[in-house]
């Protein structure tokens, strides 16, 4: 029986913690906990934890989704520092 996640594009917590330039730690923290309301979801292949690409991307692509919890300022100033990033694909390309 073949995994269907060994042919979609995966990254490490590593490399994802560099492409949002985090601490690997917060990245490890979202797939346990989650933040604003969801987790990033994860898989193990031989003991190695990854994430696909588009899970990171439904990950990272929540300011349309209402927070759980917290400071709406904090919430714009995290979608604004990830858009700095490229990473809120549809509004906001590459702004810095």
């Known amino acids: ?17 560099k492409r ?3 601490h690997v730690a917060t990245v490890y923290r979202w797939t ?3 933040v604003r309301g969801r ?11 990854f994430v696909t690409l588009s899970d990171l991307e439904w990950f990272i692509q929540s300011e349309d989704q209402p ?4 400071d709406p300022q904090r919430s714009r100033r995290a979608n ?8 809120n694909g549809r ?6």
């Open 32 to 34: 346990l906990q989650g």
């Open 20 to 22: 949002l330039k985090v």
């Open 67 to 70: 927070t759980l919890e917290g």
């Open 1 to 17: 029986m073949q995994n269907a996640n060994l042919h979609k594009e995966r990254l490490t917590l590593n490399e994802v913690a």
């Open 91 to 96: 509004k906001h390309r590459g702004a810095q």
């Open 39 to 49: 987790r990033l979801p994860s898989f193990f292949i031989g003991g190695r934890r």
């Open 80 to 87: 604004e520092r990830l858009r700095s990033f490229g990473i």
